[in-house]
C-alpha cells in the first residue's frame, strides 16, 4: 500500500495550496486512518491513525511515517474496523461537506462480501469483533459523508462495495451512494480529490434534484466493437433563426424551438467523470448535425426530467450567445471563448423514455484510449470563486458584461472547461496590417445562468445569485 499513501500525501500537499487561493475563506482540516487485519494485534496496532488537523506539514510528516502491516492468513482484511476508527474516533465537523477517500485492495471478512468461489477467510461469518454493517453505514448517512472507494483490484471488493451500497439504501433512501474509481491505474489523485471538493462547496441547486443515482467510474474509451447500437434514438438541436435581438433570449414568454433528426448511438456502461449535478460518459454518435466520439450527460438524481434538459439546453445556448456578442464588442488579443455546442439526445430504455445532454469532446481531455484528468478546469463558480489568474479575470469581466447588456436580469456564471493554444483564423490585425498574436481560445461547458426571473431551471439562483457573485 505504501505507493497509494505516498500518492495521497503528495496529493494533500498539492490540494492545501492550490485551496489556499481558491477558496481563501473555507477551512480545511485532514486525516488519515491505517488499518491491517485482526490477527495484527490489538486495535490500537493494528489500526492507527492521524485526527483532523490544518497542518498540512504536521499531517505530512505522520502520513511519512506510515508503514504497511503484515497481511493475515486470509485474503480479507479489518475493513470494518478501520471504519469504525474513520467513523467514530476521527472529530467530524457537524456541518461543512465531508469526503471519505477508501482505498482497498481486499474484502471484509464474511464469505457475504467476498465474489463467488472465494473460500480464503479465518471468520466466514463476519467481523470476529462483532461490528455490523448497518451499523456502519448508518453512520456514514448521519454523517453525511461524500464517500469515495478507490479500487486497487476491482475483483476482490466490488461484491463487498454493492453490499456497503444496499446498506446505505436502508438508511438514506438512496441519496447516499458509493463512488468507485481504479485506484489501480496511474491516475491522478490530486484532480480527483480537487473535483470532488469543489463540486462538493459549490452552492450549484436551489431545487431538490431527488435521490442521487448510484454510478462506478470507468476512464477508459469502451472497445467501440463489443457495444451494441441504441435503436430509434433521436438528437433535438436548438433552433433561434427567429431571434434577431439578444434580449428576446430572456423574455418571460420566449420558447426556444427544437429541431429532430434521427441519431445513431453507442454509450459506454459506465461514466468516465462527474460534476456536482451530472457525469459524462463516452458515446459515439451519428447524426446529420454532429457525428463522432462525444460526451454524454446525465443527471445524477432521479429527478431531473425531460424539461429540465430543454432547460439546461437552453441555459448554453444562451450563454453561448452572449460570449459571441461579447467578443464581437470586445474583442481581446489574449483571449477568445466559446461553449462547446450541446444537443438533446433521446432513446427508450427498460421501457421508458430516457433523456440526456449530449456534446462534443472538450480538447485534450481524451488520450488515445484514456480520458486525461488536469485538463478541465474551473475559473468562476456560481457564487463570488473567482481562480485568480489572467483567464478567471477575463471570465469575471464576461460575467460583469452579461449583467450589463441584459440591463441587471441576467448573469452568466459557473465557467469552466479547457483553454487550447491560439487559433489562426482569430488573428487580429492591427491598423497597419500587421497579424498580432492568435488569442487562446477558451472552450467552456456546463454554464449557470442566475436571472431575476429564474428562468433558467435548477443551477438558476435568481437575484440572491447574482447578489452573491457582485459581492
Known sequence: MSPYTERVNRSVIELSLRFRDEFPTCQFRYSFVRYTDVDYGEESVRTTFLDFTHEV??????????????????????????????????????????????????????????????????????????????????????LDLCYFFGEILPKPTQVMVSKFNESLLLFSKANHRIITYNAHENVNLTERLHSSIV?????????????????????????WATLR??????????????????????????????????????????????GSLNTAS????????????????????????????????????????????FLKVNPSTLFSLEFI?????????GGSEKWFLTEEILPGVVEGDQYVKGVFKKWLNNSNYQSGDAVGQFLQAFAHWTFAKSKGKLMVVDLQGV???????????????????????????????????CLFGKTDLGAKGIRNFLR
Open 282 to 325: 463516452f458515446c459515439l454518435s451519428n447524426s446529420s448535425v454532429v457525428s463522432g466520439l462525444m460526451v454524454l450527460k446525465k443527471s445524477k438524481f432521479s429527478g431531473h426530467r425531460q424539461n429540465d434538459y430543454s432547460t439546461d439546453l437552453y441555459t448554453k445556448v444562451v450563454a453561448s450567445k452572449l460570449a459571441k456578442k
Open 199 to 223: 463540486s462538493s462547496i459549490s452552492s450549484s441547486t436551489n431545487n431538490d434534484e431527488g435521490d442521487q443515482i448510484p454510478f462506478k467510474i470507468e476512464e477508459s474509451v469502451p472497445n
Open 419 to 453: 483553454l487550447v493554444g491560439g487559433d489562426e483564423r482569430m488573428a487580429r490585425r492591427s491598423p497597419r496590417f500587421k497579424v498580432l498574436p492568435s488569442p487562446k481560445m477558451l472552450k467552456l461547458t456546463d454554464p449557470a445562468i442566475h436571472s431575476l426571473n
Open 57 to 142: 506539514m504536521g499531517f505530512s510528516n505522520w502520513v511519512a511515517g506510515v508503514r504497511p502491516g503484515r497481511g493475515g492468513n486470509d485474503i480479507s482484511e479489518d475493513v470494518f474496523g478501520g471504519l469504525n476508527v474513520a467513523l467514530n474516533h476521527l472529530s467530524w465537523n457537524v456541518t461543512g461537506t465531508k469526503i471519505l477517500f477508501h482505498i482497498c485492495d481486499a474484502p471484509a471478512h464474511g464469505l457475504e462480501f467476498h465474489p463467488q468461489g472465494w473460500t480464503s477467510d479465518l471468520y466466514p461469518g463476519g467481523d470476529p469483533n462483532g461490528l455490523k454493517l448497518n451499523d456502519l453505514m448508518e453512520r456514514v448517512v448521519e
Open 341 to 349: 455546442p450541446s444537443y438533446i439526445a433521446t432513446y427508450r430504455s
Open 229 to 274: 447500437e441504441i435503436p430509434g434514438a433521436q438528437l433535438f438541436s436548438a433552433n433561434t433563426q427567429g431571434v434577431n435581438r439578444l434580449s428576446m433570449l430572456w423574455a418571460e414568454n420566449y420558447v426556444m424551438e427544437q429541431d429532430r433528426t434521427s441519431l445513431k448511438i453507442a454509450v459506454a456502461p459506465h461514466p468516465f467523470s462527474w
